[in-house]
């Protein structure tokens, strides 16, 4: 079929859409709330991942739950497939919409309605933004741990959709770790409580199946979170290295030791220059590594630490040692790392960021292999991560407006995952799967194992509506990938040690 057939198809399809879904709709959501202009649908385009883009059929913004289940009905009475959005800080076109499928934006739903001492808990809507809940919280001394880099702006609704992770993740769990009880609504507009106030419940682990489920199980619309208590002191370290063998040495060494840091992280030369360049943050701008490394816990347990991670770093050649003495010191360390982001869109228009976790031993092996891949494709590869979990963060830097670069940019990308997966590890540890790491989904598990991704979809969305396309590829997409990908039976770099 010619792209001038489809296109017809896809214009008749929204027409139709159009006329049945917007009445119905109607009937309980405020027009207002009812973007259909392309000049309003244009902000809900695309994610972060900013190089895929769609236009919504149309955008939908509730404000109560039972708006929420209406939109569902109706969708689900019409087969139109629907696409939640919390803040679209999304780094795998997860919230980007369907073709000719509903937005439904989540935003307004922003209030923290209960904060519970005596449980540690809050009962929250799904749009509030992650670093309110510990602004909230922090007069109680409590705070909420998951602190993705985005945490300004993103909602705890898509952390939980995507299980995001951040810098004290290593010590205190990622958002799966951090949650009690969710309220969902179904496809077909049921309201469903799962998990509890207990730290159990009875029956299958739902809470956990739908942390991360990226909006294709059902739309959350209440978090229990749970709430920690501000530690009585931290300390937060950061060490230069001449070379990232001694710098990946360094983050094996210190867990070795048995000493879990709230946060562990490493970036490289050009990551290093960039952010100094953006945040003048006083980092060591000739190191080819820095670590950094942060100690919480009672007065004397961080001291402790602190002295034998010293003796690690000294033992590993570190040199122009910082260490906070206040908070205001430690707000300056991660302040400039959790702009890297910011800093890498001075170097390139585009930024496609790698999330493939791996075996820490791993860490100077796949970074040195990754260098090689960066090389071959003669591409800018800045890397910035959570190396506590061995959660590496390359960032491909590159223009998608030259076709040329774009292409091999998503080769090169593919190549850093497999080399991910190769050596033992995973192709997400913390941004999802979206589309962005659609075929990789191929790579890491057996056409059985996606089967079952299939089912469990199905038995939750038996029409395949909600957010459809993304995050468990095709049987046959996986063939089409693995014929185009794997050439003569073998990886990237077939003789790799695995961990
Ligand atoms: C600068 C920057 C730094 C980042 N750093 C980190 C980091 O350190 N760690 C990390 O984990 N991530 C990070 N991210 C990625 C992103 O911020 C997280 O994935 C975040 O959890 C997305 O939240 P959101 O509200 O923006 O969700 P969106 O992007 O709007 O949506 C993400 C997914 O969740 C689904 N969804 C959203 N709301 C709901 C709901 N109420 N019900 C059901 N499904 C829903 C969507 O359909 C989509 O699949 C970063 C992003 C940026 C831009």
Redesign the pocket.
């Given at each position: 079929m010619d792209t001038t057939m489809n296109s017809n198809i896809a214009a008749n399809i929204r027409t139709q859409r159009l006329a049945s879904l917007i009445p119905m709709l109607s009937q309980m959501i405020p027009d207002h709330a009812i973007l259909s202009e392309p000049e309003q649908l244009k902000a809900y385009e695309c994610?972060?991942f900013t190089t895929m883009r769609q236009m919504p059929l149309l955008t939908v913004l509730p404000d109560t739950i039972e708006q929420v289940q209406h939109v569902m009905r109706c969708c689900h009475a019409l087969d139109i497939p629907v696409?939640?959005?919390?803040?679209?800080?999304?780094?795998t076109a997860?919230?980007m919409p369907v073709e000719n499928g509903v937005l439904l934006g989540?935003n307004k739903f922003d209030k923290i309605h209960d904060i519970d001492l005596h449980n540690r808990s809050a009962w929250i809507d799904?749009g509030v933004r992650n670093q309110a809940v510990s602004d909230a919280t922090a007069p109680y001394n409590l705070y909420f741990a998951p602190d993705?880099?985005?945490q300004l702006?993103?909602?705890v609704?898509?952390?939980v959709?995507?299980n995001?992770?951040?810098v004290h993740c290593l010590k205190y769990g990622l958002t799966v770790h951090n949650i009690l009880e969710l309220d969902v609504i179904t496809i077909e507009g049921e309201r469903i409580t799962i998990g509890g106030q207990a730290l159990d419940a009875a029956g299958y682990d739902l809470l956990a199946l739908m942390t991360g489920s990226?909006?294709l199980l059902?739309?959350?619309?209440g978090i229990r979170v749970k709430l920690l208590a501000k530690p009585a002191s931290a300390r937060v370290l950061l060490a230069a290295f001449a070379t990232i063998e001694d710098a990946g040495n360094a983050i094996a060494e210190i867990i070795g030791a048995g000493i879990i840091p709230a946060g562990l992280e490493m970036i490289d030369q050009k990551g290093i220059q960039a952010i100094e360049a953006l945040m003048h943050a006083g980092y060591p701008v000739n190191a080819a590594a820095v670590v950094i490394c942060e100690l919480d816990g009672s007065v004397k347990e961080v001291e402790d630490e602190l002295n034998s991670v010293l003796t690690i770093l000294h033992r590993l050649n570190a040199s122009d040692i910082q260490i906070s003495t206040n908070e205001a010191e430690s707000k300056r360390i991660w302040a400039a790392r959790k702009a890297a982001?910011p800093a890498l869109a001075c170097l390139a228009p585009d930024n496609y960021v790698m999330d493939g976790t791996i075996p820490r031993r791993a860490l100077a092996q796949v970074w040195t292999k990754i260098n090689l891949l960066a090389d071959e494709y003669q591409l800018l590869v800045v890397n910035v991560f959570h190396a506590g979990d061995g959660n590496m963060h390359p960032s491909i830097l590159f223009d998608s407006s030259d076709e040329d670069q774009h292409k091999r940019a998503t080769e090169l990308g593919t190549r850093i995952l497999e080399l991910c997966v190769q050596v033992g590890g995973t192709i997400s540890g913390?941004?999802?799967i979206?589309l962005e790491k659609i075929n990789q989904m191929c790579l890491q598990f057996t056409n059985n194992e996606i089967s079952q991704f299939h089912a469990l979809k199905s038995a939750f969305d038996s029409k395949a509506l909600l957010?459809p396309g993304?995050q468990i590829p095709t049987l046959a997409r996986c063939t089409e990938f693995h014929s185009m990908h794997i050439h003569n039976g073998e990886m990237p770099f077939p003789h790799l040690e695995r961990f």
């Amino acid at each position: 079929m010619d792209t001038t057939m489809n296109s017809n198809i896809a214009a008749n399809i929204r027409t139709q859409r159009l006329a049945s879904l917007i009445p119905m709709l109607s009937q309980m959501i405020p027009d207002h709330a009812i973007l259909s202009e392309p000049e309003q649908l244009k902000a809900y385009e695309c994610d972060a991942f900013t190089t895929m883009r769609q236009m919504p059929l149309l955008t939908v913004l509730p404000d109560t739950i039972e708006q929420v289940q209406h939109v569902m009905r109706c969708c689900h009475a019409l087969d139109i497939p629907v696409v939640a959005r919390g803040a679209g800080t999304g780094l795998t076109a997860g919230s980007m919409p369907v073709e000719n499928g509903v937005l439904l934006g989540m935003n307004k739903f922003d209030k923290i309605h209960d904060i519970d001492l005596h449980n540690r808990s809050a009962w929250i809507d799904p749009g509030v933004r992650n670093q309110a809940v510990s602004d909230a919280t922090a007069p109680y001394n409590l705070y909420f741990a998951p602190d993705p880099s985005s945490q300004l702006a993103c909602s705890v609704g898509g952390n939980v959709a995507e299980n995001a992770g951040g810098v004290h993740c290593l010590k205190y769990g990622l958002t799966v770790h951090n949650i009690l009880e969710l309220d969902v609504i179904t496809i077909e507009g049921e309201r469903i409580t799962i998990g509890g106030q207990a730290l159990d419940a009875a029956g299958y682990d739902l809470l956990a199946l739908m942390t991360g489920s990226e909006g294709l199980l059902g739309i959350i619309v209440g978090i229990r979170v749970k709430l920690l208590a501000k530690p009585a002191s931290a300390r937060v370290l950061l060490a230069a290295f001449a070379t990232i063998e001694d710098a990946g040495n360094a983050i094996a060494e210190i867990i070795g030791a048995g000493i879990i840091p709230a946060g562990l992280e490493m970036i490289d030369q050009k990551g290093i220059q960039a952010i100094e360049a953006l945040m003048h943050a006083g980092y060591p701008v000739n190191a080819a590594a820095v670590v950094i490394c942060e100690l919480d816990g009672s007065v004397k347990e961080v001291e402790d630490e602190l002295n034998s991670v010293l003796t690690i770093l000294h033992r590993l050649n570190a040199s122009d040692i910082q260490i906070s003495t206040n908070e205001a010191e430690s707000k300056r360390i991660w302040a400039a790392r959790k702009a890297a982001f910011p800093a890498l869109a001075c170097l390139a228009p585009d930024n496609y960021v790698m999330d493939g976790t791996i075996p820490r031993r791993a860490l100077a092996q796949v970074w040195t292999k990754i260098n090689l891949l960066a090389d071959e494709y003669q591409l800018l590869v800045v890397n910035v991560f959570h190396a506590g979990d061995g959660n590496m963060h390359p960032s491909i830097l590159f223009d998608s407006s030259d076709e040329d670069q774009h292409k091999r940019a998503t080769e090169l990308g593919t190549r850093i995952l497999e080399l991910c997966v190769q050596v033992g590890g995973t192709i997400s540890g913390e941004h999802g799967i979206g589309l962005e790491k659609i075929n990789q989904m191929c790579l890491q598990f057996t056409n059985n194992e996606i089967s079952q991704f299939h089912a469990l979809k199905s038995a939750f969305d038996s029409k395949a509506l909600l957010n459809p396309g993304k995050q468990i590829p095709t049987l046959a997409r996986c063939t089409e990938f693995h014929s185009m990908h794997i050439h003569n039976g073998e990886m990237p770099f077939p003789h790799l040690e695995r961990f």
